[in-house]
């Protein structure tokens, strides 16, 4: 599956972005999908999880309650909506596609990722 990441930009502290990952190329339902974020000298951190019917969702702690994932089965693309924004947001956000079952809050159970998009959070 081919995944397309959008959305990412610029926003003072406190504002809003939603992020949206398009996908294609294979049956969308089949995965599971998720968000990470790589801040400059970091490693690549979970963010947030979606089961396949949108049914199981997850967050790290440090954006649960400001961010929300969500997706379009019909329309084959995830969101995740980023709201109370802080400069320790700033990354650049993958979304990321796994056939694997269960909570998938690690990287290595994802077998394909998006290109990045970068946020910026400026205070």
């Known amino acids: 599956v081919q995944l397309q990441a959008s959305g990412g930009g610029l926003v003072q502290a406190g504002g809003s972005l939603r992020l949206s990952c398009a996908a294609s190329g294979r049956t969308f339902s089949n995965y599971a999908m998720g968000w990470f974020r790589q801040a400059p000298g970091k490693e690549r951190e979970f963010v947030a999880f979606?089961?396949?019917?949108?049914?199981?969702?997850y967050y790290a702690d440090s954006v649960n309650g400001r961010f929300t994932i969500s997706r379009d089965n019909a329309k084959n693309t995830v969101y995740l909506q980023m709201n109370s924004l802080k400069p320790e947001d700033t990354a650049v956000y993958y979304c990321a596609a796994s056939i694997s079952a269960g909570v998938l809050t690690t990287t290595s159970p994802y077998n394909y990722w998006g290109q990045g998009t970068l946020v910026t959070v400026s205070s």
């Open positions: 979606v089961n396949w019917s949108g049914g199981r969702i």
